[in-house]
Nanobody, 126 residues
Framework: QVQLVESGGGLVQAGGSLRLSCVVS????????MGWFRQAPGKEREFVAA????????YYADSVKGRFTISRDNAKNTVYLQMNSLKPEDTAVYYC???????????????????WGQGTQVTVSS
């Protein structure tokens, strides 16, 4: 059973930065592609970013491209989401997610992911 635990959320002013972490247990991170999603109040959960097992390829939602960076440290079993130039519309609960299969690639659809963390709140004030 894969378990995911996010941390690093908080309150930040617009233009500021935060780095979210997602610690993976139950399986070596090197065997998993990973993704980040977010859900704002009253809205559906949406894709933010994804990274392949090798870390060579990354994918981003248009709304965060150029501001957010997903990365991974397999030795620490941790995936990161570096968020710069934050905007009030980035306010949401952020979730990391992983597929069941080590062979799975990942993208923007929730259906591609089987394991989810509990989420970490990010609030950006104007």
């Amino acid at each position: 059973q894969v378990q995911l635990v996010e941390s690093g959320g908080g309150l930040v002013q617009a233009g500021g930065s935060l780095r979210l972490s997602c610690v993976v247990s139950g399986r070596a991170l090197s065997r998993l592609a990973m993704g980040w999603f977010r859900q704002a109040p009253g809205k559906e959960r949406e894709f933010v970013a994804a990274i392949t097992r090798s870390g060579i390829s990354t994918y981003y939602a248009d709304s965060v491209k150029g501001r957010f960076t997903i990365s991974r440290d397999n030795a620490k079993n941790t995936v990161y989401l570096q968020m710069n130039s934050l905007k009030p519309e980035d306010t949401a609960v952020y979730y990391c997610a992983a597929p069941f299969s080590s062979l799975a690639s990942v993208g923007p659809r929730e259906s591609e992911y089987d394991y989810w963390g509990q989420g970490t709140q990010v609030t950006v004030s104007s």
